[in-house]
């Protein structure tokens, strides 16, 4: 059975300082996603990693995957406000059309 | 493009009631999916298609069933409902495994 941990859990940073999340999982995955929900809305696609050394970037964000380690790091450079949110990181077992999702990271980011 | 819609957006139950919640989809999505999310707890997978006319369970499938007769449509029916299943219930489809996920934009349910 595939189980996604995520840590933190709560992350309150001040602007303009840098951050990580991390995810492991537990068994073979071939992917591992982000997501972003901000309060009452839905989640958004933040990043798709298919394969081992895999890093995406999009402003202020990148997600790297390392498949030998099992795990896959959001990291914030430079938080602003505006990045206050929830992320979640979700991971499909191999051949498997299921997603396991973590229990999301609650950021706030503060002057 | 609508992208992936819920019906409805915010419903009241009475323990025992019954009630279906409705996705549907624009994109002609091959694989659609239904999630709950409680507090603290992230997403869980209730059931799954992969296809019309298929369906199969997820992690969290017990006191739900699922209907796929169209393509676009993907019916979550709650038989006799139970404060249990008061949560935030998302809907989701993609076009192959690997491709992100597309959620809808979630239906609270309140059960009493």
């Known amino acids: 059975e595939l189980k996604v941990e995520q840590n933190p859990l709560f992350l309150s940073m001040q602007e303009g300082k840098n951050y990580t999340i991390y995810c492991n999982y537990s068994?073979?995955?071939?992917?591992l996603y982000w997501y972003r929900q901000d309060p009452g809305k839905s989640l958004e696609s933040l990043f798709v990693?298919?394969?081992?050394?895999a890093v995406k970037q999009e402003g202020r964000l990148m997600a790297s995957l390392d498949t030998k380690a099992r795990l896959s790091t959001l990291h914030i450079t430079a938080a602003v406000h505006d990045l206050s949110a929830t992320y979640f990181c979700?991971?499909?077992?191999?051949?498997?059309?299921?997603?396991?999702f973590g229990k999301g990271t609650k950021l706030s980011v503060i002057p | 493009n609508a992208g992936v819609t819920q019906t409805p957006k915010f419903r009241v139950l009475k323990t025992g009631q019954s009630m279906t919640l409705l996705c549907a989809q624009d994109?002609?999505?091959?694989?659609m999916y239904w999630y709950r999310q409680d507090p603290g707890m992230g997403l869980r997978l209730i059931h799954y298609?992969?296809?019309?006319?298929?369906?199969a369970k997820g992690e969290v499938p017990d006191g739900y069933n699922v209907s796929r007769l169209k393509k676009q449509n993907f019916l979550l029916g709650l038989e006799s409902a139970a404060p249990s299943q008061t949560s935030v219930y998302f809907c989701?489809?993609?076009?192959?495994?690997?491709?992100?996920?597309?959620f809808g934009p979630g239906t609270r349910l309140l059960v009493l």
């Open positions: 979700a991971a499909g077992g191999a051949g498997s059309y299921q997603l396991t």
């Open positions: 068994t073979t995955s071939d992917r």
């Open positions: 990693l298919l394969s081992n050394g």
């Open positions: 994109m002609n999505h091959e694989y």
């Open positions: 298609s992969v296809g019309e006319g298929t369906t």
């Open positions: 989701a489809s993609n076009d192959r495994v690997q491709e992100t996920q597309y």
